[in-house]
């Protein structure tokens, strides 16, 4: 009974790690589909832009956030993240400025502080790194 309870663990492990695989792939792969979109170079612009292109680009934030909502699909492996939460999670992938964050979610600092945390909370710690850019020694 013991060997058997070691056996499912291992092939819990197991699973766990290609879970994770998959879910690494599947980022890379909608990363990949984002960067050949109007929506990314709007994003590598609004990096560029000063505080006040910044503010006439505002217009920009619901299209930009809808292109980003089709291109993931992370609900179906994370279901307690909200729009919000995914919209944030691929704004940190595609590693854009903590201003141009805020801009687009219309949020101060300390709510995006408040909202990573929230996530940190609902998926799993490896994915989490690889969004957030921890490095992983």
Do not use: W
Not at 61 to 76: G, L, W
């Amino acid at each position: 009974l013991l060997k058997e309870e070691e056996a499912s663990e291992s092939n819990k492990e197991d699973l766990d790690k290609k879970r994770s695989e998959l879910t690494e792939q599947q980022i890379q792969l909608c990363i990949s589909v984002l960067k050949t979109t109007d929506c990314y170079d709007q994003l590598e612009a609004l990096e560029k832009a000063t505080p006040k292109q910044l503010l006439a680009m505002r217009s920009l934030r619901k299209d930009i956030r809808s292109t980003i909502s089709s291109a993931f699909e992370m609900v179906e492996r994370y279901p307690a993240l909200t729009g919000d939460d995914i919209f944030y999670c691929v704004l940190s992938l595609l590693c854009c400025s903590k201003t141009v964050m805020m801009e687009l979610m219309d949020a101060t600092s300390d709510a995006l502080k408040t909202r990573k945390n929230r996530i940190k909370n609902k998926m799993d710690t490896q994915i989490f790194d690889r969004v957030f850019g921890v490095d992983i020694q």
